[in-house]
């Protein structure tokens, strides 16, 4: 299978809300038991945000105040 559709399907079945984009990774590698190199990762949440099939994550610089919009 590959990332942008085990991105999707993760995102289907669990909610993923950690506290910056590494934490955030790590759960997703968790939870599918795959190690993924961060700029694939990152390449691959881009272009499905960009195709509007996810919305999250916002990425805040750490000690930011964090606010979640819907």
């Given at each position: 299978?590959?990332?942008d559709s085990l991105?999707?399907?993760?995102?289907?079945r669990h909610r993923i809300v950690e506290s910056d984009k590494d934490?955030?990774?790590?759960r997703?590698?968790?939870i599918v038991g795959l190690a993924v190199?961060?700029?694939?990762f990152g390449a691959a949440v881009g272009r499905l945000q960009?195709?509007?099939l996810i919305f999250d994550?916002?990425?805040l610089p750490a000690g930011a105040l964090q606010c979640h919009w819907r």
């Open positions: 299978m590959d990332l991105i999707l399907r993760t995102a289907f934490a955030g990774q790590a997703f590698e968790a190199g961060a700029e694939e960009s195709e509007g994550p916002v990425t």
